[in-house]
């Protein structure tokens, strides 16, 4: 995680605010899903979404996020689990989808062996957020010209890739910040390489639906 100063900055670039609606897409181990939680309230709701597509993983994502959202003080939080295109289905609309460090896995073989595409995807957060809101992209930067084809290799994807995508959607990108940006990144080693970890150099997206 980020230091205390990045983390609140980020939270309120998103627009994450009291009384909120979140989406919070692939939670890891949920510390977003918390920190939204306090953010949002008792007025507010995240729902932690774990991706059917990754929901076998060993570590049984889901049943963390189900966990989670019985701790104390986490009544604002769901765990919900369905495929990345049906995201309309489960979910009433929402201020707030962040993807945090995962919208370049929508480019694997992992998530594109069940069908799953980015296209499809961002079909899916347009149709389930209100209009007026806000679609939150944080990932792994690819050296310019990269485009899509080192999102397995190296785990990272080209922004301006994802912005024509996601623009492609129907969204405007409504701002961008450098908060997370490492000018010292040489964008050739895989993001979860000791020499980069954790210091990639990451853009941060920030789009509207209008």
Do not use: C
Not at 101 to 119: C, E, N, P, V, W
Request: net charge negative.
């Amino acid at each position: 995680m980020y230091d205390k100063s990045k983390i609140a900055e980020l939270i309120q670039f998103a627009g994450v605010d009291v009384g909120s609606i979140v989406i919070d897409v692939y939670p890891g181990n949920g510390d977003w899903t918390r920190l939204f939680s306090d953010a949002v309230g008792s007025k507010g709701l995240v729902y932690s979404f774990v991706p059917a597509e990754v929901s076998h993983f060993k570590n049984d994502p889901l049943g963390l996020m189900q966990a989670l959202a019985r701790e104390p003080g986490r009544e604002n939080v769901e765990a919900v689990s369905t495929s990345l295109g049906a995201l309309p289905e489960l979910m009433q609309p929402a201020d707030v989808l962040w993807l945090h460090l995962f919208y370049h896995d929508l480019h694997t073989g992992l998530i594109q062996k069940t069908g799953a595409t980015a296209a499809q995807f961002n079909r899916a957060v347009y149709e389930r957020l209100k209009p007026g809101g806000s679609y939150v992209i944080v990932d792994h930067a690819a050296a310019v010209g990269a485009g899509a084809n080192e999102t397995q290799s190296l785990h990272r994807i080209e922004p301006t890739s994802v912005r024509e995508e996601v623009e492609a959607a129907g969204f405007v990108l409504d701002a961008e910040s450098a908060i997370l940006a490492n000018k010292g990144d040489p964008h050739s080693a895989n993001a979860f390489d000791p020499s980069v970890k954790g210091e990639t150099d990451r853009f941060v997206y920030r789009f509207v639906k209008p």
